[in-house]
Each structure stands twice: as C-alpha cells, then as structure tokens.
C-alpha cells in the first residue's frame, strides 16, 4: 500500500504541476474556466447515480451506484449486479463505498452487508458477517469502509445503529466497538487519525477521535441541530495536505432540509473552527453539503446538495467558484444538483460523481485551450457560435466576426463581450455574416460582410461609413468581401469574391479597382482573389480561386500576371512566414505547403514524420517557435517545419471542435492564439501546451477464443482472472485467440493509441493505432511473449509494457514423450527387425549349409561311385595290364622272332633288287 500510495502521491504531484500553473493567476481575479468531459449511461454507465468512487492498485476505476457495480477502462465497463435469485454474489446494488486489501481483493460495503471482489476469480461474493451482534441488529447497512494504516488486512467499518465495527480479513475475526452517542445513529465517515495510527476519525453529528487499543472516543466538535429535524451531519471530511492538524469537513442534510450546515475548517488540536456558509459568504450557495476532496496541495472541491461543485484555493484568493451544469454547453459540469463522491485517480483526472447526472470529469489534457462559446440567456456573451475571424486593437481588446451576431469585443483582461452591429444579427435589419473583420494603423475597423460590403468602424468615435457596390471611388467593386489586409501603411487591400481586388489609400479616401479584362493580359487573371503576401521584392502574391493560380501583384506599374498556373497550385487562403523567411500557404487541394519565390517560383507539399500530407487547412499562423498551427477539418494540428512532427488536438482536449472556420485563427500581441469555429472560439497558448508525461499502467482486460471471450475455471485456459495472470497454455486446438488490454489513463482515453509483438511469430511491432486489442489465427505450437506498449492521452509513448508469456501445447502425438515413444517404437523395431533379419540369415546360412553339405554328400557319393568305379577300373586294369604283361611278354617272345624274320626279309628284299 506505500508503494501505491507514493505513486499516487506523485501523479497528484504532476496534477497539481499542470493544475495550479492554471489556477495560481486565476483564483485571485477571476473564476477559473475549466472544460468538463461527462460520463452517463449513453456512454456505459449503468446507472446515473455515483455515490462511490474508488481507483485499485491496477489502475481501474470502480464506481459505486445505485444499480450496482461498475469497472471502468476507459473503454469499457464491466457491471456487476445484484440478482435476487443469486445468495452468494453481491447483496445489494445500493453500493457505499470500496478498499482493497494487502491481495489486491476489493472489499464493497452496501445498503445491505459487506461484499469482497475476489480479483482471481473476477467475481463479487457476499461476505457473511457471523457476530451475533450483528445478527441481532438486523440491520447490515455498512456505510463507510477503510483500511487500517498499519495492516491493510484489517478493515474498519461504520455499520448502521451498531457504530464502530473491525474486520480482520486474514483469519476472519471480528469486532464490535460500541460508542454510546451512536447508539441510535450512525457515522457517515471513518478517516485514519493524521499523524496517530492507533486513533480513528468517526463523523456523524459530531466529530469524534477513537483510540483502537482503549476503544476509549473522545468528542472533538458537536454539531448545532435544528430542535424539531435533527439533520446536520458532517458527511465528509478530508486532512489538509499541507497541515495535518487541519480537517474539513463538509456537514449539513443528505435530502437538503435546514440551513445549519456548511464547510468547516477544523484544527484537531486547538480545537478552531471556521465555518463558512450562505450566512457568512455570498460566494457560498449551499448550505448542505455532500462531499469534500482536494485535487492537489491548493485546491479544495466541495460537493453540494444543490448547487453543483465549488472551488476553494486555501493558499491564497479567499473566493468560492461555482460549477453547474449548462444544457447549451457540452463542456460544463454535469449537474446544477447533488455531488456526492469525488476522486483525484493517478492521471490527475479528478472524478465528480453525482445524484441522478452521472459523472463529471476535470482533466489537465482538457484544459490546454480555453472555450468561449453563445450560451442562451447570458448576458454580454459571444453573441454567436460561429466565428469567422478575429482583429486586435491597440488596447488589447480582440474582436471577433460572427456569422450570425454581428461584431463582438472580447476583453481578455475580465472576459468579459461587447457587442456590436446588431443589425447584421439574424434578427436585425440588415442579417448578414461578417467574414473578416481588420483593424489598421488608422486605428479603424475594417468589416467585410457577405451582403453588405464593406464598413469602416471607429471603435472610440463610433463612426461608421458603409462601403456599399458600386462603380466610383467611393465604392467597392463587390458586395461580398474576402479578406481585409494592410500590407502597406495607408493602404487597405480589399480582396472580393468575384470583383477582383480593390485598395483604399487614406491619403486619398479613394479607392483603386483591379477587375479581370479579357483584353488586358495584364490585368488581374481572377476576379475571385483571397490574402495577398507582401514579398521582399516588393510584389505582392495572391491566390485566384477560380481561373487563375499564383497571382503577381507589382504595384509601381499596376500590372498582374498568373506565374503559376491552376493545375499546379490550387487556391490558397492564407499565406505566412516563419522568422527564416519561408513561406507556407493552406493549399485547398494539397493541403499545407511552401512556397518558393525565386526566379523559377514553385511549391513543395508538405509531409508529417510519418510520410502523409497534411490535408484539409482552414486557416494557419506562426508562433514564436515558428510551429505551424493548422486549424483542419479534423482537429487542430502543432507542426514543427523542421522535425516534421506533427500533434493533433480535438475538443476532447479542451478546443470547441474538431473543424475549424477559415480565416478564423489569430494570434495576438500577448502570444494568446485565438481560433474559431462552428462552436465558439478558443484561446490557447503554444508554450503552455505540454504534453503530460504521466505513464499510464497498461493491463489485459479480457481474453477470446475464437471470438469468444473465456471465463475463469478449472477447466479453462484462464485459471484465474487475465489481470493477474502473465503465464497462459492453451491446447493445440486453442490457437486462434486474442487479447484486450487497455491503459488507464482516463483523461483522455480515445487518444490512446497502441502497438504490440508477439515474440517468436511477429517480426517487428504492430501499430494498433486507437485498437486496444490484437488478435492471432492458426498459431503452430510453441512458447511466445505477448509484449503490448501505449501512449498516454497526449500520445507520449509510455515505458511500461503488459507481458504475456503463451505456450500453446502440441496434440499428444506431438509431444515430448510421443516422440520418445516413437523413438523407443522404433528402437525396438529396428532391434526387431535386426533379430527377425539375423534368424533369417541364420535360417539362409543353415540352408546353404544344408545345401553344402547335400551337395558335399552328392560329391562324395559321386566319388563314392567315382572310386568304386575307378576301382573297378582299376581292378580291371589291373586286370588288363596283368594280361598285357602277359601278352606283351607273348608278344615280345614273339615279336623278337619276327622281327628276326621281317629284318632278314627286308635284307632279302634288297638282295634281290641288286641281283636284278
């Protein structure tokens, strides 16, 4: 709770910061004006009754109503609602007030008991207080509840005809302190004692101080009482941030009967009070008051019962300021009634809950322009809402054309109008818009009309000379004027719609006609001209608007020429020039852009930091920072020519509108910038716009499954509430989701804009722009980080982040352990496998060695019978070669014989031959 507490201190801090630069000049002279935002059951509520308010240690805003509870995003309501049929959820829907304890559950006291918001189960629960004092009271009306200042787990209760009641949350112990002089009342309020935290502050029809350890009560301030209604009642009460001795206490009738109340200040130890109320104060119009809260170390806000809110600086100034609700006024406080709770939350936003008229809002991002607008039944108002253009005359005073009202003199001293020219109003004699209106170093008003020409106005004399159409001297070429200028000293330019250009010369009193000749190539190519631009060589330029483009001007010779032509430079309103000599002008068709003036003139479009145009320009000025502001059809744009940063504000930020009137922008001698519009007028300053660096904390709100938001349970991917969690898994079959998140930064939460990565699936950040949610499909398993940044409301990026880790569980056969399964499977098939194939060999092996060995046998049994035959061979050749040596020896023995024989044959044979 310090922690929150040192945060919330230092949020106020930049609160009062940005409050009290505004406040600190004002209090003492004037009432401040501030721009109010409302909320109401068009935009959510459900219930337009806000008797509570409360900001959690997240950031969300919990408000109290008489239909139940709400929570609050800045986009988005969540109700929770009492049913009758339902025992366990919230009892009652007329809800008193809320704390938080040390596990971030939010505990709800009611018309009808106590009831806890437990934070992990996103669910309000009826708590049963088991006392049986309590029970015998039959009464469970609780109205205030608190947290203790040194255990936020023991909470402190102001129960109905019962008095002091403490609620130990942890082990659920309870007791009862029983104060005598509440017997037959009850208090309206608890407040830890400032400086003592063993003492308690009670507030009923008096102002007690409790002792926690005595349980002893001493009574501090009695309260006078109307003798037949015994109704004043202190209802509220706040410490003075800059003297803890000092309280303030806001007494009187809840239901408005009597006059005895008012605000008082009390000091806790000498005992002074102050009272103030419409007995002693003219400024103080209510006698009963509801409420009381300070937005800052200065500023005291006190809720009436009838009379809206009052602001009170106790520094300084001595002066109450009312604020009630105007119907004609969309920027005024939301009730001219009952106040009844107020917060100042972490933005500096501070919260006006009222009886039966919703909320009001007061931000320090709505209070960067200051709205003037008609109001019907004011007095010296501005007498209309749209404004066409503004003048400044020598003593400061600002006056301002209007369409439907005439002239009006705006003092910016007191604030205070002057009318002029009620015959141009819709009702006078003469109903006519006044375009432009000029005040020149002749100390004379020049009025442009739609109708009526043209008027000189002495605003000290009271002089007026009508300029009406006509053909001599003394006339104007068109009854329907553009723009006035005096570019040169004596010299009035008259720029017309479709009678070209006319200048008055005061040395003169005449004036000079510029009328398009078809037979003149050197007069005015377009009779339709606007602003003329004085350039340093002397020359003027001007925009035709439509035949001609960029128009030459030299006044020695009098002669015109088109040096741009239409096609390339479209018609343009407004020309300006920064302290370094360029020039810029609102092209109708382009938007903003610069124009060059040289030997070869030509313009460059002008482009943001993010590479688009700047389109739609009413009306431009230069500040001293030579920014260009840009009155467009879509807000009010601050561009920087050089970084080319560009800031847009709309009336969420205070202004009138979100489009703008052209010509209807100023800036005066004083640096105040005055622009206009369908709505009023608006003044700001440029170097008092800041951009608030408050870092708003940025939180999932709800999670969707295929577009279906998912409840918390057991059986659900949120176990408990999105809020709390940072860790999510989802099944393979929960992978098309999304997530809301939001930044609490209510001051102005439509101009919040996001961006997010999904770690391990995006490749770089996704701009969301003003979507606070980001959405995936068919998302493969694995483990992401969802990583979400925002702006605050003025569009400065914020360094906290919201982080949600995703694991998206595969199928089961794509897990871990199916996969060491498939592993194993297939380990044991290939073991499987190598056994069934080493049988097989084994088998093929025995085989081939069956078959080896069949054929080892064949072989043997082949030479077996080979050898048994070779045997027999033998044996038979045996055989034979006996018998051959047999007959071989026969034979020899024979053969020797014959040979014998055949020789001497032979020798015979010879023997005869010779003899022959």
């Not at 609780?142 to 936020?152: E, G, L, M, T």
């Not at 800059?242 to 605000?263: C, F, P, V, Y």
């Not at 205070?416 to 209106?437: H, Q, R």
């Amino acid at each position: 709770m310090k922690i929150i507490n040192m945060k919330y201190c230092k949020y106020k801090v930049r609160f009062s910061i940005l409050m009290v630069l505004f406040l600190s000049t004002s209090l003492m002279a004037q009432k401040p004006k501030f721009n109010f935002k409302s909320i109401n059951q068009p935009e959510g509520l459900c219930n337009s009754t806000v008797q509570a308010l409360f900001e959690d240690s997240f950031g969300f805003i919990w408000m109290g109503t008489h239909h139940g509870i709400q929570r609050y995003d800045g986009k988005t309501f969540i109700n929770y609602e009492h049913i009758s049929s339902d025992t366990t959820g919230l009892s009652s829907n007329y809800i008193n007030s809320f704390c938080e304890d040390s596990d971030k559950n939010i505990w709800i006291s009611t018309r009808d008991g106590l009831n806890k918001y437990v934070r992990e189960k996103d669910q309000v629960l009826r708590y049963h207080l088991t006392n049986e004092d309590l029970a015998k009271n039959g009464n469970r009306s609780i109205f205030r509840i608190i947290n203790d200042i040194s255990d936020k787990n023991i909470l402190w209760m102001t129960v109905v005809n019962v008095g002091l009641v403490s609620l130990n949350v942890k082990n659920d112990s309870l007791k009862i302190y029983p104060i005598p002089s509440l017997k037959d009342v009850f208090p309206l309020w608890i407040l830890n004692y400032p400086g003592n935290d063993n003492k308690l502050l009670l507030g009923s029809h008096e102002l007690l101080a409790f002792d926690k350890t005595s349980g002893s009560v001493e009574q501090l301030l009695k309260l006078e009482q109307n003798a037949k209604i015994p109704n004043n009642w202190i209802n509220d009460a706040q410490i003075d941030p800059t003297d803890k001795e000092i309280i303030w206490l806001a007494t009187g009738d809840l239901w408005g009967r009597g006059n005895l109340g008012g605000l008082i200040r009390f000091n806790l130890k000498t005992k002074e009070k102050t009272i103030f109320s419409p007995d002693n104060r003219p400024d103080f119009p209510d006698s009963n008051l509801l409420t009381v809260c300070f937005s800052d170390t200065e500023n005291l806000w006190v809720g009436t019962r009838d009379n809206g809110v009052l602001l009170y600086n106790i520094t300084g100034g001595d002066q109450f300021y009312s604020y009630e609700k105007n119907s004609y006024n969309e920027g005024s406080f939301a009730t001219e009634a009952a106040v009844r709770s107020m917060l100042p939350d972490r933005s500096g936003t501070l919260w006006f809950g009222t009886w039966g008229d919703g909320i009001s809002l007061l931000s320090p991002t709505a209070q960067k322009f200051k709205h003037y607008m008609y109001l019907p039944g004011q007095k010296n108002g501005l007498p209309d809402n749209f404004v066409n253009s503004f003048t400044e005359d020598k003593n400061g005073n600002i006056w301002i054309a209007t369409a439907k009202g005439g002239l009006s003199r705006f003092n910016p001293q007191d604030k205070t109008f002057e009318n002029y020219f009620p015959e141009f109003s819709s009702g006078g004699k003469y109903p006519t818009a006044i375009n432009y209106v000029y005040y020149d170093s002749y100390e004379n008003l020049w009025i442009g009309t739609y109708s009526e020409a043209l008027y000189r106005f002495n605003p000290v004399t009271g002089e007026t000379i009508h300029y009406i159409k006509g053909n001599s001297e003394k006339e104007v070429s068109q009854k329907r004027i553009s723009t006035i200028t005096e570019l040169v000293p004596g010299e009035i330019m008259i720029s017309t719609y479709g009678g070209g250009l006319n200048i008055y010369y005061y040395k003169t009193d005449s004036f000079r006609r510029f009328l398009n000749d078809p037979s003149d190539s050197t007069s005015i190519p377009d009779n339709q001209v606007w602003l003329p631009h004085l350039a340093t060589d002397g020359n003027y330029y001007i925009s035709g608007n439509s035949i001609a483009g960029l128009i030459q001007f030299n006044p020695k010779t009098e002669t015109f020429a088109e040096i741009h032509p239409m096609g390339g430079i479209s018609t343009f309103m407004i020309p300006v020039v920064t302290s370094d000599g360029r020039i810029f002008i609102n092209d109708v068709s382009e938007g903003l852009r610069e124009l060059v003036l040289d030997s070869k003139p030509g313009i460059i479009t002008q482009y943001d930091s993010q590479g688009k145009s700047l389109k739609n320009v009413e009306s431009i000025l230069v500040d001293d920072e030579d920014h260009l502001w840009l009155g467009t059809g879509n807000g009010l744009i601050d561009f920087d020519p050089i970084t080319k940063v560009a800031r847009r504000y709309f009336a969420a930020d205070g202004l009138q509108d979100d489009s703008f009137n052209r010509f209807a922008i100023f800036k005066s001698s004083t640096g105040d910038c005055y622009i206009g519009g369908i709505v009023g007028f608006s003044i700001f300053r440029p170097e008092n716009i800041k951009q608030s660096q408050y870092q708003p904390p940025v939180v999932f709100t709800d999670f969707k499954l295929y577009q279906q938001s998912v409840p918390i349970g057991e059986d659900s991917p949120l176990k408990k509430s999105i809020t709390l969690l940072d860790q999510l898994d989802l099944d393979y079959d929960q992978n098309d989701f999304s997530f809301s998140f939001a930044a609490l930064d209510f001051s102005n939460p439509q101009k919040i804009e996001y961006k997010y990565i999904l770690k391990n699936h995006d490749v770089d950040w996704i701009y969301a722009g003003h979507l606070n949610s980001a959405s995936y499909t068919n998302m493969d398993p694995g483990s992401y980080s969802l990583k979400v940044m925002a702006t605050n409301s003025d569009g400065v990026w914020s360094e906290k982040t919201a982080l949600m880790n995703i694991r998206i569980y595969p199928p089961w056969y794509q897990t871990t352990f199916a996969y060491f399964i498939y592993g194993l499977i297939f380990i044991l098939g290939v073991i499987l496998v190598d056994r069934v194939q080493r049988i097989r060999l084994k088998e093929k092996e025995r085989a081939r060695a069956s078959e080896k060995e069949l054929a080892q046998a064949k072989e043997i049994e082949k030479a077996y019978n080979e050898l048994k035959t070779t045997q027999k061979q033998l044996i038979h050749a045996e055989k034979m070669a006996s018998l051959g040596e047999l007959t071989a020896g026969i034979a020899h023995e024979i053969q020797n014989p014959l040979n014998f024989v055949n020789n001497f044959s032979e020798v015979n044979t010879e023997l005869i031959e010779e003899l022959k």
